[in-house]
């Protein structure tokens, strides 16, 4: 039997539509995967290779209730659609990448927005931008045994009941499975492991007390007060 020397960390997990737990391992992103958000970040909208940033685990919350992140002047909201991986693998074929994945979830890559643009500014890495407690905030998990393998449909986000981002899931400029495909060219991935897929346009600033509504087409919906 193992003796930890300090108390081990609670596993994190999803709740999964129907029932039963999903449990994270680890949580990449893709960064700049819609033509439209590509731009108004002024970046490069045509199909270069993707870039990926991660996450740690315990980003991961659930709650209807999401604390407002500290050292920051601008928190801003990125809706996306989440995959969810039942296995894993390295160098996997883009024919074979859906075979990977568990189910879909919907969510929030939060970001805080000052702080990514003075990383960017100085070349430095994003992580206290991107990776912070409760940077991602994602509803339940559902199974694409049940609703297949989403390609098209809309996703949109709402503030305060106002519509802020609306896109569809065709607009990206890698699918799916070219993501899995790629980013498994440099990790190995596994069972457990999510994937954020990017974001459409209009993302922007938040404020205490905000009511964010993030929905996808074939998957459901995700709400959260930020508090």
Known sequence: MTTFVIPSAAPTVLAVSGGGQFPVRRIFCVGQNY?????????????????????????????????????????????????????????IPVEKANDLIYGYAVGCDLTRRDLQAEAKKAGRPWDMAKGFDASA??????????????????ITLAVNGAEKQKGDLDQMIWSIPEIIATLSNFVTLAAGDLIFTGTPAGVGPLAKGDTVDIAVAGIGTHSFTLI
């Open 35 to 91: 033509a439209d958000h590509a731009r108004e970040m002024g970046g490069d909208p045509d199909r270069a290779p993707p870039f990926f940033f991660t996450k740690p685990t315990d980003a991961v919350i659930s709650s209807d209730k999401v604390p407002f992140a500290p050292a920051t002047n601008r928190l801003d909201y990125e809706g996306e659609l989440v995959v969810c991986l039942a296995s894993g693998g390295a160098d």
């Open 137 to 154: 905030a994602i509803g339940s998990v559902v199974a694409a045994a049940k609703i297949g393998h989403p390609a098209k449909g809309a």
